[in-house]
C-alpha cells in the first residue's frame, strides 16, 4: 500500500498556522496532485476535541503541568489512531497544525517539564511516527501574541494569557529544535505576507519530499 506523507505546521501562538494550513492545502493538492487531509492538535475528532476544551478552558487555571502534557498526549493518540494514521496508510497527504513539537516547546521550554520524558510519552503515544516535513513559522513572541488580542473572532484561551516569558521560551525552544534538526523542520519567517509564506512552503515541500 502506498505510504502517504506527513507535513506538520508548528509555530508560537499568533504565528500564522491555520491561515497558512488554509492556503497550503489546496496548493499542495494541485500542486502534487495527491489527496491532502487537514487537521489540529489537540483535536481533530471527537474525543480529542473535548480533551482540548478541558486543556484550553480559561476557567481551569489550577491545572497541573503534568496533567496538561498527558491530556495532550491522549488526545494526540486518539487522533492519530483514528484520522492520521488511516489516512497516511491510503496514501494521502496529511497536513497538521501542532503535532509532537508542541510538547516539546510548550510543555518543554515553556513548562519546564524534562525534554526526555515528553520525548518518551512522544515516542509512546504515536509509536515514533515522525512528520517528514515540518514548516516552523517564527515570529516574535510579541508580535504574535499581539496578533491574538487584535484577531477578531478568534477565542481567547488559557495558554494565549500565560506570560510573555513563557511564549519566549516557546520560541527559543522552537528554534533550538529546528538547530538539532535542520533536515525535517524547516524556519519561515511568519512575518512575511501569507503569500510568500505559501510560496516558500512550496518550495520547501517539493525539495524535501520530491
Sequence with gaps: MTQGKLITIEGPD???????LEILAPAVAKAFE????TSREPGGVQIAEQIRKVILDVNHTTMDKKTELLLYMAARR???VEKVLPALEAGKWVILDRFIDSSVAYQGGGRGLDLASIQWLNAFATDRLLPDLTLLLDIPSEQGLARIMAGQGREINRLDLEAATMHQKVRQTYLTL???VPERIKVLDAQKTP???LEESLALISEVLS
Design 178 to 180: 529546528a538547530e538539532q
Design 34 to 37: 495527491v489527496e491532502v487531509v
Design 195 to 197: 503569500e510568500v509564506i
Design 78 to 80: 486518539q487522533h492519530l
Design 14 to 20: 499568533g504565528s500564522g498556522k491555520t491561515t497558512l
